[in-house]
């Protein structure tokens, strides 16, 4: 008798459900024993300070400063090949152009681009951009998945089969791998999300716009995702800020660390890029944004009327897990490395508020700012913190796609579609400096036991 995958999971759910209590069982480690044997949990160390496991030259994260032999808290930075991202931004903003090719540029060749050569470098971009023939009809169209992550992941792993040469580790055929997936992955995440409007919503148009070779990244993710192509200026200017400052974010991050852990094993460009789209996919590193906007969206519910005075109130019900998911969480407040203040957070801050004030939704952009200020007044409060908890990126990131109109379902993929730029640049300084596989230890704490044999169990 055959059975459809929906039977086998109904006919083995029993046995299953208790082969996993027994999993549980066997898999409880006492935490006194981490304590026991120093285990720097997530490579962290008491204080939540990574571990250095390694060098780097692409980016710089930086929160504290040693003062009188002791590290003091200070406003964040980040640094892209030693310049600061707020300059960057900056400065293509007031010469009225777009910077995320620039930022590109200069993670993967390490300085700043001149005029011809950033002009030749968006053309190579530009020309990768068409995905391959057949491509769309038979990877994307033919089996989409509701998860763009997911889908990500498989486009990259099937790219692997159009690359005549994709187990070429050199820097050379790495880095033509690196700038074709830069490219594509935009049209790869677009056109995935499509086709699932296409089959699995009351949606029953399929647009597939090729991209236009003369816009910038931020200008094509607005053509090929609009029914009508139209976008503003100001628009596209700040998902154009909003993907430079999601370029990249020192080596230790989880999924730029998976990038340096999965070359390390010398394995082929889709293969590490695919373990990196899965790290960035866990909702405790890329889906933070998802989860700002669903609490913004419950806080809207049940405050009728959002004066300073209610929303207080209710973010305090919301950290004392008496409301929305009752975790205590205020999403996208505080950070696990910037102490004091998250340098993109301050930047896509502004421009939230001015394409707030485009769109005719301050009022909205003044809320985002009232819970912001009330979670950190409170949580200072109850956890007697001497600094105050500022937003992190997220908190604002969804906030621009939303008024973007990109749905929710990319939010993730954007952080993505920017952060490939610095994982292929760190892939490469793994490939050029690394030499040796990452290889941490674990101790096994585990006692040793004589095999008993089948008869005596």
């Not at 999924?255 to 866990?282: E, V």
Request: proline content about 4%; some cysteine.
């Amino acid at each position: 008798m055959n059975f459809n995958d929906a039977d086998l999971i109904i006919k083995h759910s029993h046995k299953i459900s208790q082969l996993a209590k027994l999993t549980k069982q066997n898999n409880n480690i006492d935490p006194e024993m981490y304590e026991k044997y120093d285990v720097k949990r997530g490579l962290r160390d008491s204080n939540g300070k990574g571990v250095l496991c390694g060098l780097t030259e692409i980016s710089e994260v930086t929160s504290w400063e040693m003062q009188n032999g002791k590290p003091v808290p200070v406003q964040g930075n980040l640094c892209y090949r030693g310049y600061n991202v707020k300059d960057l931004v900056k400065n293509t903003v007031e010469e009225n152009r777009f910077g995320f090719e620039e930022t590109a540029y200069l993670l993967l060749f390490g300085q700043l681009p001149s005029k011809s050569e950033l002009s030749d470098f968006s053309e190579i971009i530009s020309e990768f951009r068409l995905l391959p023939r057949n491509f769309v009809r038979d990877v994307i169209m033919k089996q989409p998945s509701k998860d763009m992550m997911n889908m990500l992941a498989r486009c990259v792993l099937n790219l692997y089969s159009y690359d005549p040469d994709p187990d070429n580790t050199s820097i050379t055929n790495v880095l033509r791998q690196s700038l074709a997936l830069i490219a594509q992955l935009p049209m790869i995440a677009a056109y995935s999300y499509r086709a699932y409007r296409y089959y699995n919503t009351d949606d029953g148009s399929l647009i597939i716009h090729k991209p236009v070779s003369e816009y910038s990244t931020a200008q094509n993710i607005l053509h090929v995702l609009r029914k009508d192509s139209a976008f503003t200026d100001l628009e596209a200017k700040v998902l154009d800020v909003a993907l430079t400052l999601h370029a990249d974010h020192g080596g230790g991050n989880a999924s730029t660390f998976t990038t340096h852990l999965a070359t390390s094993t010398g394995t082929d460009t889709y293969s590490a890029i695919a373990a990196s789209l899965g790290s960035l996919k866990g909702p405790r590193h890329g889906g933070a944004n998802i989860k700002v906007m669903q609490m913004l969206k419950n806080i809207k519910e049940n405050v009728k009327k959002p004066t300073r005075e209610n929303i207080y109130d209710y973010v305090e019900k919301i950290i004392d897990k008496k409301a929305f998911d009752k975790t205590g969480l205020v999403y996208g407040i505080g950070h696990t490395v910037y102490t004091v203040s998250d340098p993109r957070a301050e930047v896509l801050k502004i421009y939230a508020g001015k394409l707030a004030e485009a769109k005719g939704l301050s009022d909205e952009f003044e809320l985002y700012n009232n819970v912001a200020a009330a979670a950190s007044e409170i949580i200072c409060n109850k956890k007697n913190l001497l600094k105050p908890l500022n937003p992190n990126v997220d908190f604002y990131s969804g906030f621009v796609y939303s008024m973007l109109n990109l749905p929710a379902a990319l939010y993730t993929p954007l952080f993505a579609i920017a952060r490939i730029t610095g994982w292929s640049a760190h892939r490469m300084e793994e490939l050029a400096c690394g030499g040796k596989i990452i290889r941490p230890a674990y101790a096994c704490v585990q006692d040793r036991r004589p095999y008993v044999p089948m008869n005596k169990r």
